[in-house]
């Protein structure tokens, strides 16, 4: 089955850092989502990437799909404490089902 | 218009009874997704229904997990003589029917947390 991993697994950055995340999937993949959960929440849906080499911006938080659409990042400039959570990428191989990958856990120190 | 809800928010359960999770989906949404989760890990896929109909189980355990999601009324996860190693967060979510080229957003519920004694 399809498999996607994630690094790191936990990131302590001091605030203001910059912040990534990596995700790489052992196939090629027909779109990938990111969600954030806070911690006790829920996941929360931030974007979807589908064509090869796209970027796309949410404020501070910079998405990109690989060229060869088997791997994406998401990074996070200028960190605040309001971006703690783990950030999870979802991989799909072109039907509903998604694959979540293993999730970076982010810690902001003020 | 109101999100994914799942009933209860916690349950406890002891080992040996039944749990039964509900999840109502967004208005207009016709696929459902389960997913558990345990401490400090990631979301685990279940099982994926549309109404009546069960999709995807390759995430579901062989015995005593079961899921459905009739014409009418909640989609239920289902999980029977319950073990302390099934306490865990179960999520629900739910998704509209495919649009175009597989634009799949998942909207989460607040997840039922289940502990067994």
Redesign the interface.
């Given at each position: 089955?399809q498999q996607v991993m994630q690094i790191p697994q936990y990131q302590h950055v001091q605030e203001g850092e910059d912040f990534t995340t990596y995700c790489n999937s052992s196939t090629t993949l027909?779109?990938i989502?990111w969600?954030k959960q806070r911690p006790g929440?829920?996941?929360?849906?931030l974007i979807?990437l589908?064509k090869s080499g796209e970027v796309k911006k949410q404020k501070r938080l910079t998405f990109q799909f690989g060229e060869a659409k088997k791997n994406s990042s998401l990074h996070i400039t200028a960190t605040q404490t309001t971006d703690v959570g783990t950030y999870?990428c979802?991989a799909?191989g072109?039907?509903?089902?998604?694959?979540?990958?293993?999730?970076t856990?982010l810690q902001v120190i003020p | 218009n109101a999100g994914v809800m799942q009933n209860p928010r916690h349950l406890v359960r002891r080992r040996g009874q039944e749990a039964r999770l509900r999840c109502s989906p967004m208005k207009g949404h016709s696929?459902v997704?389960w997913?558990r989760q345990l401490p400090?890990?990631?979301?685990?896929?279940m099982v994926?229904l549309q109404k009546e109909n069960i999709?995807?189980e390759?995430g579901m355990p062989k015995e005593r997990f079961s899921a459905e999601f009739p014409k009418e009324g909640p989609s239920i996860l289902r999980i029977q003589q319950v073990v302390r190693g099934d306490s865990a967060a179960y999520?629900c979510?739910s998704?509209p029917p495919?649009a175009g080229?597989?634009?799949?957003?998942?909207?989460?519920?607040?997840?039922t947390r289940l502990t067994v004694l």
């Amino acid at each position: 089955g399809q498999q996607v991993m994630q690094i790191p697994q936990y990131q302590h950055v001091q605030e203001g850092e910059d912040f990534t995340t990596y995700c790489n999937s052992s196939t090629t993949l027909s779109n990938i989502q990111w969600y954030k959960q806070r911690p006790g929440g829920h996941p929360v849906f931030l974007i979807q990437l589908v064509k090869s080499g796209e970027v796309k911006k949410q404020k501070r938080l910079t998405f990109q799909f690989g060229e060869a659409k088997k791997n994406s990042s998401l990074h996070i400039t200028a960190t605040q404490t309001t971006d703690v959570g783990t950030y999870f990428c979802a991989a799909s191989g072109g039907y509903q089902k998604v694959t979540f990958g293993t999730g970076t856990k982010l810690q902001v120190i003020p | 218009n109101a999100g994914v809800m799942q009933n209860p928010r916690h349950l406890v359960r002891r080992r040996g009874q039944e749990a039964r999770l509900r999840c109502s989906p967004m208005k207009g949404h016709s696929h459902v997704y389960w997913y558990r989760q345990l401490p400090e890990e990631g979301l685990k896929f279940m099982v994926y229904l549309q109404k009546e109909n069960i999709i995807d189980e390759s995430g579901m355990p062989k015995e005593r997990f079961s899921a459905e999601f009739p014409k009418e009324g909640p989609s239920i996860l289902r999980i029977q003589q319950v073990v302390r190693g099934d306490s865990a967060a179960y999520f629900c979510a739910s998704s509209p029917p495919l649009a175009g080229a597989d634009y799949n957003e998942q909207f989460f519920g607040p997840g039922t947390r289940l502990t067994v004694l």
